[in-house]
């Protein structure tokens, strides 16, 4: 399943089904919803809510990182381009996108 966020403030952001309900639950909406909108005036919220799962995101990988032995990672392919890529990573877009919405005061909306 695909979720795709709209906002007239930029280009969709188009997302897995098991990321979107993450990040559409780390922004407060319910992840349940097929349809849902964060509106002008909870943008600021949803977006800080974003930035903070970042955040922890990457605390997590560089302790994870600082976990690993570097040459295991290296035999196993997890490094560099072959990196995996990190729920911080994939939150990037949204958050560009809320801020977007913000300056121009325009809500996101997905699933519709």
């Known amino acids: 399943m695909l979720v795709v966020f709209k906002s007239a403030a930029a280009a969709d952001v188009i997302m897995f089904g098991e990321v979107a309900k993450k990040l559409i ?23 800080a809510r974003l930035r903070v799962l970042i955040e922890e995101e990457k605390a997590r990988a560089a302790a994870q990182a600082v976990a690993e032995d570097d040459e295991a990672a290296r035999e196993a392919g997890h490094t560099g ?7 911080a990573q994939r939150a990037w877009p949204l958050l560009e996108m809320l801020d977007y919405s913000i300056k121009e005061e325009v809500p996101v909306v997905w699933g519709v």
């Open 25 to 47: 639950a780390a922004m407060g909406k319910d992840p349940a919803d097929a349809k849902g909108i964060v509106t002008v005036e909870q943008l600021p919220e949803a977006a």
């Open 81 to 87: 381009m072959a990196a995996p890529v990190n729920l």
